[in-house]
């Protein structure tokens, strides 16, 4: 683990939380999400520091997995191949198939699926331009 760039680690994980931020934003998919996932976004007072606090936490282990995985110095492309495979053919296929036994919708699912293609992508472009 000593090949790991960690600071490009904590730069990627920053870029997807906050990347995160605008996904789920009303300016982009946040009222879709609320009103797929049954939610009042006027009613509600809004996320703790703690949800923050422990997504960031996460972001890093996710970002850390995903440099170990891809190993030192990756090529672009390969990064970003490698990134579409976590997103999309891990992160977005796995919780498919928990949304098709929660009933949730393919609306529902393609936002959030959406998203960690988006986080693993920007992973991908950090890990593979910071040499």
Do not use: T
């Not at 990347?19 to 703790?48: I, T, V």
């Not at 198939?97 to 949730?104: E, H, M």
């Amino acid at each position: 683990m000593s090949e790991i760039n960690y600071w490009a680690v904590l730069v990627a994980a920053a870029l997807s939380f906050a990347f995160g931020g605008l996904w789920y934003s009303p300016a982009m998919f946040g009222n879709l999400w609320n009103r797929e996932n049954g939610s009042d976004p006027k009613g509600q007072r809004g996320h703790s520091a703690r949800v923050f606090g422990v997504s960031l936490v996460l972001s890093v282990v996710a970002a850390a997995a995903f440099a170990y995985w891809l190993g030192p110095n990756p090529p672009l492309s390969s990064a970003l191949g490698y990134g579409l495979v976590a997103g999309l053919g891990f992160v977005a296929a796995c919780f498919g198939i928990n949304y098709q036994f929660a009933q949730r919708s393919v609306l529902l699912w393609a936002v959030d699926g959406g998203y960690h293609v988006g986080q693993f992508l920007l992973f991908g472009l950090v890990l593979g331009l910071w040499h």
